[in-house]
């Protein structure tokens, strides 16, 4: 069926490095895709989001890079920071529908 | 402006129980949506709220209902609890565009934390 998931369940990298989060899609259908930041004991919290018809969106020491060829999704944070450390989710969200997650991946960050 | 709220933030229950779960949305927001999440995993869309009716409901039995408020609040209804139910309960805010077809960046609240025993 179609489904969201990730590459890699976890991810530890050196504080002030590069981190990046890779996620997988099967729905070409899709609207958009964001990214979630979720902290130990909280709800999660919107990172960037990017259209479909887009391929890459910067924010704050943040890039998502989305490719519809492999319908694959990124999650770039550069200099990494230990605040950083959460689990990050991608969704997609297609029009009038539902919102689908994937598994996470736990990202944590080494002073 | 205030963001989600949800209440309680820690409920216990017992198997067979009814609980009822509220969630105000982000100031300016009118669309509600509740998710399920169990340890671990992600995630999972219960069902979508937009002007006091069910607009979009995932895998959940009927045991899963719910209701939307003039005021764009909602309440999260799940009776006969299981075991299985135990998990932590998420509300989602946003607000519809293009005259309703599409909603904008859904915003989470911190959640429900129930434990069914």
């Known amino acids: 069926g179609e489904s969201v998931g990730l590459h890699l369940p976890t991810l530890s990298v050196q504080e002030g490095d590069n981190s990046i989060i890779n996620c997988a899609y099967s729905n070409s259908a899709s609207d958009y895709f964001i990214w979630y930041k979720q902290e130990s004991g909280k709800g999660p919290q919107f990172i960037i989001d990017i259209r479909s018809n887009m391929d890459k969106r910067q924010g704050q020491r943040v890039t998502v890079l989305l490719n519809k060829t492999v319908k694959h999704l990124s999650l770039q944070i550069a200099a990494t920071q230990p605040g950083d450390s959460a689990v990050y989710f991608c969704a997609e969200n297609k029009v009038n529908n539902d919102m689908r997650f994937g598994a996470g991946t736990r990202l944590t960050v080494k002073p | 402006d205030a963001g989600v709220t949800q209440s309680p933030t820690h409920l216990i229950k017992t198997r067979g129980q009814q609980v009822t779960l509220r969630c105000s949305p982000k100031s300016g927001h009118d669309t509600v949506s509740w998710y399920q999440q169990a340890l671990g995993q992600g995630p999972q869309f219960i069902f979508q709220?937009?002007?006091?009716?069910?607009?979009q409901r995932g895998n959940f039995p009927d045991r899963f209902s719910g209701h939307q408020f003039p005021n764009y609040s909602s309440e999260l209804n799940v009776n006969a609890l299981l075991l299985g139910d135990s998990a932590l309960y998420l509300c989602?805010?946003?607000?519809?565009?293009?005259?309703?077809?599409?909603?904008?960046?859904?915003?989470f609240g911190p959640g429900t934390r129930l434990t069914v025993l």
């Open positions: 709220y937009y002007e006091e009716e069910e607009r």
């Open positions: 989602a805010s946003s607000l519809r565009r293009d005259r309703g077809v599409s909603t904008d960046t859904q915003y």
